[in-house]
């Protein structure tokens, strides 16, 4: 799991989304984009990549950190699960976020926006439809 995070919402709902997905059985490690494990990257079945949501409240919403995550290593052919954490209103940053990784060679599965105050909220979805694009 890759997540870029400004205030640390985004790394908790990371290190949750990881705790889900080792509940379920599956081999995690959470790690900040700009400190990506190559081998880890190589070897795993699926990704979830997350970002904060930046810029104005009503308009202009995108993926925090968005220089780093278009520089993260290529992933091709990985089921991703994407998500972002926002504080009034996520907007577009989960559409944007999914072309950076599209780009990036990944194969987006599941999105969620998660609220800051209630990151709980929509962890273990996330976590169960990459696992079920996983075994298809």
């Known amino acids: 799991m ?18 889900a997905a080792r509940a379920a059985g599956a081999e995690v490690s959470v790690r900040p984009v700009a400190e990506p494990d190559l ?10 990549i997350g970002t904060w949501t930046d810029g104005m409240i009503l308009f202009g919403m995108r993926p ?3 220089r780093r995550l278009r520089a993260m290593p290529l992933i091709h052919g990985k089921p991703v699960g994407i ?13 944007k976020l999914e072309s950076i990784v599209r780009g990036r060679g990944g194969d987006v599965v599941a999105r969620q926006a998660l609220h800051r105050g ?5 962890i273990d979805e996330l976590v169960a439809d990459v696992v079920v694009s996983v075994s298809a």
């Open 2 to 19: 890759l997540y870029e995070s400004m205030t640390g919402n985004t790394k908790r709902a990371a290190e949750m989304l990881g705790g």
């Open 39 to 48: 081998h880890e990257l190589a070897r795993a079945d699926a990704l979830l």
């Open 64 to 66: 925090g950190g968005a």
């Open 83 to 95: 998500f972002c954490t926002y504080a009034v209103n996520p907007g577009r940053t989960l559409d």
């Open 118 to 122: 209630n990151v709980e909220a929509g």
